[in-house]
């Protein structure tokens, strides 16, 4: 629902609801398209992340996203949004427990996020955007309390 906040567009709208349907279920590229078109398709395969998280796959993910259309990165803030408000809110007051559900690599958390910051800021235009980098702040303050936390255990 946060993408429509910043985009009147149904397609847009439709693809952030759909966003992690290809990865996290059975339906088809192909299903997407006959049920819903070709543009929501577009949407939700430009912002399609690649299930192994290392490094190098996160560096090809940034570059596929210069391609991306704008009601993709629109959709991709919104998604990194909530996800990065429902982290924080989850486990501000047990950073173990994100520790030991989300490991210890909080680096590769740190430059995940960072990266596509930079491609959204160096890319969109939209509203969004400010909501994104706010949150954005509050989940790197979020990474330097859990570190602070978990080193102290």
Do not use: W
Not at 50 to 78: C, H, M, R, S, Y
Not at 84 to 112: H, K, Q, W
């Amino acid at each position: 629902m946060i993408v429509s906040d910043y985009l009147d567009d149904e397609e847009a709208i439709v693809a952030a609801l759909l966003h992690d349907t290809l990865s996290d279920t059975d339906y088809t590229e192909q299903e997407i398209i006959e049920d819903f078109g070709t543009e929501v398709h577009t949407i939700v395969t430009s912002i399609q992340e690649p299930k192994d998280k290392t490094k190098e796959n996160q560096k090809v993910f940034f570059k596929k996203l210069k391609n991306a259309p704008e009601k993709a990165l629109i959709v991709l803030a919104g998604e990194k949004i909530h996800n990065m408000r429902c982290i924080v809110e989850e486990y501000y007051d047990d950073p173990s427990r994100f520790v030991a559900d989300f490991g210890t690599n909080l680096d590769l958390r740190l430059f995940y996020y960072q990266e596509l910051s930079n491609a959204l800021n160096r890319k969109l235009d939209n509203a969004i955007l400010a909501e994104f980098n706010d949150v954005f702040t509050e989940y790197k303050n979020f990474l330097n309390h859990v570190q602070e936390k978990t080193e102290t255990y």
